[in-house]
């Protein structure tokens, strides 16, 4: 039987368009560094690492690696690498949860990152696709995003509309102020985002993310010692993982059929039912607005079409009846690789009582949600407050 496993600690940088004080290791040190001081410990008391990054292009770097792990100071312990674009964080927490929750380690450190400003996101987006059937038209994740969006807003129209976009942005953006370790962190009107310049109709310029260096950590433990490091831990309740086909022809993207899987099998491994009157929040990965309005309905926490309505009528916002992304989520920092680990870092620090100013109130359980890939790989993962 497995396990039961619990983050214990978390940490990580302020993200930023350029981080030109430090290196890759040295960022991936400052999110560790803060991870290990949170939980209490040493990296002498980590029996394995599982590192996330997308795809090495970012940073120019083949194999980081080989160079972060020294920096972590686990030189002489196991050290994993993966690498599923968008996921990839999520995946080394969620694979770093399994090294514990087998039986195998005690205490594993989740670390995940990305320094875009060092590499080129302009070639490594493109490249990813298949050599003979792709990548002639692939034209990056804003590209896709627009097709996307547009899928959604045919499918929903007059119920949704791109002023529902603009919304979520607002709403995040918002949010994002109270957040300091946010990228951007100043508000924006829904006149600023109507009018900003378009990038793949109906996506425009303020719809999208931004890029950003950063990197995040989590301490994963087993039960006995999860309770020794902290008082309040967050203990994993579901996950979820899933995979689907990369072909546009062949899938729903404003309706992914991986995100669905990954949801109900996160929903059955916590016992949820009804999702949003049995969770509290969800920090998803919303890279351009229109996905937040997606996700929502794809989760379960509302019928499809009602995206629109949810964020207009107030329930998504930070003090409504279920807070979406009150973090600000990607739309406010957005360094690849680690944002998938940067949704379940800020879910369990809500459920531990320690998100500092967005911090909503009487956490019990929370949902933390990532896309990767062209919208083919998908995880949910659910943290509880109690066993």
């Not at 214990?8 to 890759?24: E, F, K, L, M, W």
């Not at 394995?48 to 770097?61: F, I, T």
């Not at 920096?71 to 196991?78: C, E, K, L, S, T």
């Not at 990228?183 to 425009?204: F, I, N």
Request: aromatic share 6%.
């Amino acid at each position: 039987m497995a396990r039961a496993a619990a983050v214990v600690g978390t940490g990580q940088t302020d993200y930023s368009a350029r981080r030109q004080d430090v290196n890759v290791p040295e960022l991936v040190r400052e999110a560790v560094t803060g991870a290990l001081e949170d939980a209490g410990i040493t990296s002498r008391d980590v029996d394995a690492v599982v590192l996330g990054s997308a795809q090495e292009a970012l940073e120019g770097v083949n194999q980081p690696e080989h160079w972060v792990g020294p920096a972590m100071g686990v030189h002489d312990r196991p050290v994993m690498r993966l690498q599923t674009g968008g996921t990839a964080g999520a995946a080394a927490t969620i694979a770093a949860f399994y090294h514990v929750a087998s039986g195998l380690f005690d205490v594993v450190l989740a670390v995940s990152y990305q320094k875009p400003s060092d590499g080129s996101d302009t070639f490594g987006m493109p490249v990813c696709g298949d050599p003979l059937w792709e990548r002639d038209f692939s034209l990056g994740a804003a590209a896709l995003a627009g097709l996307q969006a547009r899928q959604y807003l045919a499918r929903h129209e007059p119920k949704v509309g791109e002023e529902h976009g603009a919304m979520v942005v607002v709403k995040n953006r918002l949010n994002a102020t109270m957040n300091s370790r946010a990228h951007l962190r100043h508000e924006v009107t829904l006149e600023e985002v109507m009018d900003s310049p378009p990038v793949a109709t109906p996506v425009k310029e303020l719809d999208c993310c931004p890029l950003s260096d950063g990197a995040a950590a989590l301490v994963i433990a087993e039960e006995r010692r999860a309770k020794k490091m902290t008082k309040r831990p967050a203990w994993f309740a579901g996950i979820g993982t899933s995979s689907e086909s990369q072909y546009a022809p062949h899938t729903d993207k404003a309706y992914p059929e991986s995100c669905v899987r990954a949801a109900q099998v996160a929903y059955q491994m916590a016992w949820i039912y009804d999702p949003v009157r049995e969770l509290d929040l969800a920090e998803v990965h919303e890279a351009f607005s229109y996905q937040e309005l997606i996700w929502t309905e794809v989760l379960g926490l509302c019928n499809p079409g009602e995206g629109g309505r949810m964020v207009e009528s107030g329930i998504t916002a930070l003090d409504g009846e279920f807070p979406v992304n009150p973090s600000g989520g990607l739309l406010s920092a957005n360094p690849v690789g680690a944002s998938a680990m940067i949704r379940q870092l800020e879910a369990a620090l809500q459920v531990m009582g320690k998100a500092g100013d967005h911090q909503v109130p009487g956490v019990q359980k929370a949902l933390a949600h990532s896309w990767g890939g062209a919208l083919q790989f998908s995880t949910v993962t659910i943290f509880a407050r109690e066993l």
